[in-house]
């Protein structure tokens, strides 16, 4: 009988335990978020009312309290790149949109960061992506933050590789990196430093320009 | 991928630019997006209702009527919209799943009409969201269920035997259906009968009688009359027998029928009866030969064949095994733990009844039960505090799965009251059909006279033409180009049974308005007629008001063949040459077109025509005698 009793109690433990996390639940979806209005979005990114609306509307859509939290950024990145896991580079992707430091995007952050990658000058995206790759925001790039950038990314590929994957192939573009920005061999990239290699490489200059038509 | 990450794709493509400096390769040119970029919004009319979406959410499922190019079909150019003639209040639900990329079920609509809709549109039901999917699966499932079962009756139960079923086919039909013929409704009763005088019979040879004289003591029955009884035993045992023999030799499949449970209750009450002849007098083997005799009660399940009531339950109870089963295991369970307990709390005390935890197995199924005997009662203070314990908890575990067992058995039984009103209402919706296809006829024939009379006189045609809507006229002369094509003609019913009636026909040339005797005459619509090649038949169109007389001046009609079944040898005997067109029908009723032929009249018919193919212009035969039941209707021809 005291068994039958002992087992009754736990479920009770449990019912309860059950009901605070649903509580929070139910805070968290309680929050919600506005955007500023329109025109003072409009002032601030480079966006038109209309383009703002077409990309309000889809946000809205997705995430009807005006919030994405990481879980829920990591879970959308994830099925662009079904192949591998993309959630190391969501993380920081989201560490970038971030820049509040709140623990979720609100709808201007995305369209601030937005407007920046599609209708930002070549030195305004290229600083996002500096500030994309200090994970510390401490103003330089290390070797090992590079080596976790490059890491995430190349775990995005999955396993299934042409040519086979190797183990120190992060290593070795993470070298090569640094051997193309690292001017003054000082171990770290700076700001500028990273802009103006940039700016020399040809290459990356031409590919800027291609993601400018995404909206 | 889901609806709503298409939103995010240009954001994952700005993101992108992350990794240019990375970039070890030149990246490639993005694909170039001609379709226009502002968002419009579309115009969806669905009866009357105007529905308005941005164009952008309906793209996300490319792959449904909405999202493809499959709507361009719908759209309107004078209004500037898509209409859809559909249910505005279900597509209330389809443009949801656009919207917010769950489908919901709404639970006060058909399952048929739903899944109509869905088809419809082109979206696969699998992807109903989990708050709807349970819902719809077993709306779904009980609808093909009742599908299922309704076709099953459809076909097993009334449909009437094929003609060239042999005896053994029929026997096990009857044995089956005892409603189909008064033989096995007989034969149903009898059995019944007897296996009730049976079990009657077991019962009171038990009975205590008055002892015959010189004995004091009461003696059963059984033994009074030993005789008696044993010639009821015998005969009741006779008729068991040779029932089963007759269901071993009729059942289609025997090993099957054997392994049945019906089969084996059958074998089990008569085998008793003849173990006993068999076995010898013997004091040894007498105890064993008593224990035979109580499988004579099994006789009493013989009634599950005749009360639908017993074979429900006892299909309630198989389809219940599982909480049957759950009830069975936890009852085991409490019952060996409290044994335990109040065994062990009993155990000091002195002529105490609980000897052994097996002996306490009975006082704790008695208490659970809540009987109560009272032949064990604990003595102690804990004995008796587990007792009221084990009593509580016992109500509980008992109650807990019979409301399931309840419902099932509810369930099974409506459906069973269902099955028998449906067949109840079949009748009166075949009447019904019936009736509404005669109308049809009938006006299809008037329209053919107005037409024969056309010529004649004007006034009265144009009267009758403009009573017919413009629908009827076309499906008039639609079955009239039938009529033409096959060379037939439509009739109604009184002119056909009155064909039917006479066993021969002799006609004469009608006035009819084509003769054609040339290549066979096709079949009837439904088509399923053997056609046997280089048939001919030679056949004239008829005043639909002609009378047939036996023997004279013939002018038919068409027939009108009613559907069932004709044995074989109502076959007219006329015309056993090969020529002879077999009209086969289907359910419906069909119309068939009948001949009438020129014959000399002293070219009589029937049996004395030699079976030669003389060029006897074709004859009509018909079938014998039963009138509505003919299927075919023989057609000999040139």
Redesign the interface.
Known sequence: ?GLVMGTFSMQSKQVSYHKDKADDDLEMTMVCHRPEGLDQLEAQTNFSK?ELQ?LY???K??CPSGVVNEDTFKQ??S??FPHGDASTYAHY?FN?FDTGHTGSIKFED?VT??SI??RGSVTE??Q??FN??DINRDGYINKEEMTD??RA?YDMMGKYTYPVLKNDAPKQ?VD??FQK?DKNRDGVVTLDE?IFS?QEDE??M???Q??E??? | ??A??A??????????????????K??P??PV?NSS???EILYLNVSGVRFQT?K?TLDRYPDTLLGSSEKEFFFNEDTEEYFFDRDHEMFRHILNFY??GKLHYPRHECIQAFDEELAFYGIVPEIIGDCCMEEYRDRKKENQERLAEDTEANESMDAPLPPDSTPRERLWRAFENPHTSTMALVFYYVTGFFIAVSVIANVVETVPCRPPEGRIKDLPCGEKYQLAFFCMDTACVLIFTFEYLMRLFAAPSRCKFMRSVMSVIDVVAIMPYYIGLVMPENEDVSGAFVTLRVFRVFRIFKFSRHSQGLRILGYTLKSCASELGFLLFSLTMAIIIFAT?MFYAEKGTKGSTFTSIPASFWYTIVTMTTLGYGDMVPNTIAGKI?GS?CSLSGVLVIALPVPVIVSNFSRIYHQNQRADKRRAQQKVRLARIRMAKKGTTNAFLQYKEDRALGGRDSDSTALCVKNRSAFEHQHHHLLHCLEKTTNHEFTDEMTYSELCMTESVGFRTSRSTSLSSQQGAQNNPTGCCPRRARRRAAMRLANSTASVSRGSVQELDTLHIKTTSIPPQTRSSLNAQADDLKLNCGEQDFTAAIISIPTPPANTPDESLPPSPAPIPGILRNTRATAFTHETVKISSL
């Open positions: 009988m209309r077409v509307r889809g946000f859509n997705e959308i990145y099925q662009f992707l970038a995305f960061a937005l990658l599609l995206k290229l996002w992506t994309l790759y950038i490059v990314i573009h090569a990196f920005m990273f940039c290459n990356i031409r590919s800027l291609l993601f038509n995404v909206i | 991928m889901a709503g990450v939103t995010w794709l240009p954001f994952a493509r700005a993101a992108a630019v992350g990794w240019l400096p990375l970039a070890k030149t990246m040119k993005p997006d970029r502002s968002d941005w952008n919207r917010t307990v587990f314990i």
